[in-house]
């Protein structure tokens, strides 16, 4: 069974612009979380995506979105790039809603750089 | 407010010695779960274990065993004859209950566990 796959793996942005992240989540799961690593701020929540709803959205502001799509493949998108934006974006999915499972699964995340 | 300490940064052992690493989490939630993540330098977190709040058993998987306590809020990992593969930073984390809609995971700060051969 393949894992979770992110796309880009590496990405250069300029501040001001603004980028679009893909996650495809392991088949038959249908919760997407999205997580931004900082070496300063750690690891911390975003949001998660279930049955193409935000079930609930972490401290960051509304310049970070996100959706899912009916095959349960969702994207993060961060307009108006600041500096600290910089860091590791990592999905993870499960299979159900993170309300009913505990267990999520990583992808290989998303590393972005504003420059 | 929920919260996990992993007060050890770096950890440095020489292949076949035994490691433990620290975890230490606060939450006002009577259930709840614990986990422990593995990032090797690839990036890709990778789950190694999850337990929830009424089972403080001990578990032992291989060479990793883990200890929950909850008389002191801990859930300790430990690694029994290290090798060079089981480099890599280490998190502990904790499911937060929000609202009932979502469990989100509160990570640690990690700690990475660097094996010399």
């Known amino acids: 069974k393949a894992g979770v796959t992110q796309t880009p793996r590496y990405l250069i942005k300029t501040r001001g612009q603004q980028v679009t992240l893909s996650c495809s989540p392991i088949?038959?799961?249908?919760?997407v979380s999205w997580y931004q690593q900082t070496p300063g701020q750690g690891l911390q929540f975003l949001f998660e995506y279930f049955s193409e709803t935000q079930r609930n959205k972490g401290n960051f502001p509304g310049r970070f979105s996100g959706r899912q799509f009916s095959n349960s493949r969702s994207e993060m998108n961060v307009s108006t790039l600041e500096l600290g934006d910089s860091a590791l974006y990592l999905c993870?999915?499960?299979?159900?809603?993170?309300?009913?499972?505990?267990?999520?699964?990583f992808g290989p995340g998303t590393r972005l750089t504003v420059t | 407010a929920q919260k996990v300490t992993q007060a050890q940064t770096e950890i440095s052992v020489v292949e076949k010695e035994d490691v433990t690493l620290d975890c230490v989490y606060e939450?006002?939630?009577?259930?709840?779960?614990l986990f422990w993540y593995k990032q090797p330098p690839s990036g890709e977190l990778v789950f190694l274990i999850r337990r929830n709040s009424f089972d403080e058993q001990n578990e032992i998987s291989g060479r990793y065993s883990w200890n929950f306590q909850k008389s002191t809020s801990s859930f300790n990992f430990t690694i029994t004859a290290s090798q060079v593969v089981d480099s890599a930073v280490y998190f502990c984390?904790?499911?937060?209950?929000?609202?009932?809609?979502?469990?989100?995971?509160?990570f640690g700060t990690g700690t990475l566990l660097a094996v010399q051969p």
């Open positions: 088949s038959g799961h249908r919760s």
């Open positions: 939450t006002r939630d009577t259930t709840y779960y």
């Open positions: 984390a904790l499911s937060e209950a929000m609202g009932g809609a979502t469990n989100k995971l509160i």
């Open positions: 993870a999915s499960s299979l159900f809603s993170l309300a009913e499972s505990y267990e999520q699964y």
